[in-house]
């Protein structure tokens, strides 16, 4: 686990800690110091702490003009024993929305397990952004992962699953993956609609 290393290849066009609208600006990170722990496995130093014990985060890309953030985790989403999504609503999303933030694709990829409770802060976040038009997806989501989310109800909130699963978003840059994912809920309403 220590060398899952957060995606580095946009650090040329965006880094949290440099962003003063950042809920992580001025972080600082040792490169060889390795503190923080998933399942007992220690993780690379990059991941970002927001509250959780069990999952950790790294902002990717935040576009204020474009309204959207980029957020990749790691980790097990744990919403039954430490309410992970209150800190992620409440740590960083509440912030962001300050900023006019209402588009968010969360990389779902390198989380390992998701326990659910009850989908009241997911609900909340649907409704604040849903204001604007905004919208939330989770990317890449393992089917165990997946499953837990559909059971908690989560989908009626965010995006998941399907052709949600299938994207190397590694390839685009980060307005291009804002457009397939815009593109993608297009083609999702449609298939829904016929």
Same mark, same amino acid.
């Given at each position: 686990?220590?060398?899952?290393?957060? =995606? =580095?290849?946009?650090?040329?066009?965006?880094?949290?800690?440099?962003?003063?609208?950042?809920?992580?600006?001025?972080?600082?990170?040792?490169?060889?110091?390795?503190?923080?722990?998933? =399942?007992?496995?220690?993780?690379?130093?990059?991941?970002?702490?927001?509250?959780?014990?069990?999952?950790?985060?790294?902002?990717?890309?935040?576009?204020?003009?474009?309204?959207?953030?980029?957020?990749?985790?790691?980790?097990?989403?744990?919403?039954?024993?430490?309410?992970?999504?209150?800190?992620?609503?409440?740590?960083?999303?509440?912030?962001?929305?300050?900023?006019?933030?209402?588009?968010?694709?969360?990389?779902?990829?390198?989380?390992?397990?998701?326990?659910?409770?009850?989908?009241?802060?997911?609900?909340?976040?649907?409704?604040?952004?849903?204001?604007?038009?905004?919208?939330?997806?989770?990317?890449?989501?393992?089917?165990?992962?997946?499953?837990?989310?559909?059971?908690?109800?989560?989908?009626?909130?965010?995006?998941?699953?399907?052709?949600?699963?299938?994207?190397?978003?590694?390839? =685009?840059?980060?307005?291009?993956?804002?457009?397939?994912?815009?593109?993608?809920?297009?083609?999702?309403?449609?298939?829904?609609?016929?």
């Amino acid at each position: 686990m220590h060398d899952i290393e957060p =995606y =580095y290849k946009w650090r040329d066009r965006y880094v949290a800690s440099d962003d003063s609208n950042s809920p992580f600006h001025g972080r600082s990170y040792d490169e060889f110091m390795f503190k923080k722990k998933v =399942y007992n496995y220690f993780i690379h130093p990059q991941w970002d702490e927001f509250g959780s014990s069990t999952l950790y985060m790294k902002m990717l890309f935040v576009d204020y003009d474009e309204h959207f953030a980029i957020i990749e985790l790691i980790g097990e989403w744990n919403d039954t024993l430490h309410n992970d999504v209150m800190y992620l609503k409440r740590e960083i999303v509440d912030h962001l929305s300050l900023h006019d933030i209402d588009k968010y694709v969360l990389i779902c990829e390198n989380v390992l397990n998701f326990h659910g409770s009850d989908n009241c802060y997911y609900e909340e976040w649907f409704e604040d952004i849903n204001e604007t038009s905004g919208w939330i997806c989770f990317l890449n989501t393992h089917q165990h992962v997946e499953q837990e989310m559909a059971d908690t109800r989560i989908h009626h909130y965010a995006n998941i699953g399907g052709n949600f699963n299938d994207v190397n978003w590694r390839m =685009y840059k980060p307005k291009q993956l804002i457009q397939i994912m815009e593109g993608l809920m297009d083609s999702s309403v449609k298939q829904l609609l016929y």
